[in-house]
Nanobody, 117 residues
């Protein structure tokens, strides 16, 4: 079992920045793809960033160039740096860990990000 806990959400003005953190209960980065998802009210949950076990990152076009995913293995923590935030980025952001072998798939409880003036 793996526990994930997100932090760093909050209220920010358009154009501002936030850095989200996801702390894992143990070191899993060699065996799990880590991802950040978001879900806005009335919408489906969507992937906004992922990082592979080989440290390869990927992003959808909606956030490419604005969001950056990274990880610190020493701290068992994954980060999501969000710059140039827009009102449409408002959502609950979730951390996910998906095993590269097997079916393990873990989620954090989420952290609210609100972009508003």
């Amino acid at each position: 079992q793996v526990q994930l806990v997100e932090s760093g959400g909050g209220l920010v003005q358009p154009g501002g920045s936030l850095r989200l953190s996801c702390a894992a209960s143990r070191n899993i980065f060699s065996a799990y793809v880590m991802g950040w998802y978001r879900q806005a009210p009335g919408k489906q949950r969507e992937l906004v960033a992922s990082i592979s076990t080989g440290d390869s990152a990927s992003y959808p076009d909606s956030v490419k160039g604005r969001f950056t995913i990274s990880r610190d293995s020493a701290k068992n923590t994954v980060y999501l740096q969000m710059n140039g935030l827009k009102p449409e980025d408002t959502a609950v952001y979730y951390c996910n860990a998906r095993a590269i072998f097997g079916r393990n798939d873990f989620w954090g409880p989420g952290t609210q990000v609100t972009v508003s003036s």
